[in-house]
């Protein structure tokens, strides 16, 4: 299958710090979507990106696809406690609505 | 609560066991997704519907898998004669065809350990 490499595959960081990670894979993706997960519990939608070049922010989280359409990078700034959690990417191929590839995670550890 | 909803939560069976999870999608969604998800991994989909037809599966959807969305509403996944490399984390998604957007959403997952 497709492989998307996330990076890096985790993090601590201080509170009141930014955050940036990235994904990044061979083949052109159509669809970006980012997601946080925390232990025991589904994935959560934070932010879609649908265009080449689109920067979108949702609160303190902005995300950029990438113009190439191969990346895309999440960035979270002025970080809290309740960020931590793992981070996902997700990238749709081409037309085929059918189903998601993800990265493996980033792990966000914020220290108070 | 409208969103995504899986039962149980957390399954624990015995090798060789069959085991039955069911999703609940978002009412208004007609496409929905099942999703494995190892520790450490991120989710790798297994199967998509589109109303009551299976359109898409995955590989790693082997014969002992099996997956029903009867009424175009709620799915069930069931495997039959569970192995120990089956465990990890099922998730169920749902989206909506509306547009040219394809959001999907996630439900909390159901928790699966064979012993």
């Known amino acids: 299958g497709q492989q998307l490499n996330q990076s890096p595959q985790s993090m601590f960081i201080q509170e009141g710090e930014d955050v940036s990670m990235n994904c990044t894979s061979s083949?052109?993706?159509?669809?970006w979507l980012w997601y946080k997960q925390d232990p025991g519990e589904g994935p959560v939608l934070l932010i879609a990106?649908?265009?080449?070049?689109e920067l979108t922010s949702n609160g303190r989280l902005t995300a950029q696809f990438g113009i190439t359409r191969k990346d895309s990078f999440l960035n979270i700034s002025a970080s809290i406690p309740s960020d931590v959690g793992i981070y996902f990417c997700?990238?749709?191929?081409?037309?085929?609505?059918?189903?998601?590839?993800f990265g493996s995670g980033t792990k966000l550890n914020v220290k108070p | 609560d409208t969103g995504v909803s899986q039962d149980p939560r957390h399954k624990i069976t015995k090798r060789g066991q069959n085991v039955t999870f069911r999703c609940d999608p978002i009412s208004e969604h007609n496409r929905l997704y099942w999703y494995r998800q190892t520790l450490g991994q991120g989710p790798e989909f297994l199967t998509y519907?589109?109303?009551?037809?299976?359109?898409?599966k995955s590989r790693l959807l082997s014969d002992r898998f099996s997956a029903e969305r009867p009424k175009g509403s709620f799915s069930t996944l069931e495997i039959q004669r569970t192995e120990q490399g089956d465990s990890a984390m099922y998730l169920c998604?749902?989206?909506?065809?509306?547009?040219?957007?394809?959001?999907?959403?996630f439900g909390p997952g159901t928790r699966l350990t064979v012993l």
């Open positions: 990106l649908y265009k080449a070049g």
């Open positions: 083949s052109i993706f159509n669809t």
């Open positions: 997700a990238g749709q191929l081409g037309r085929n609505f059918n189903k998601f590839y």
């Open positions: 519907f589109q109303n009551e037809a299976q359109l898409e």
């Open positions: 998604a749902s989206s909506s065809d509306l547009g040219s957007y394809n959001e999907q959403f």
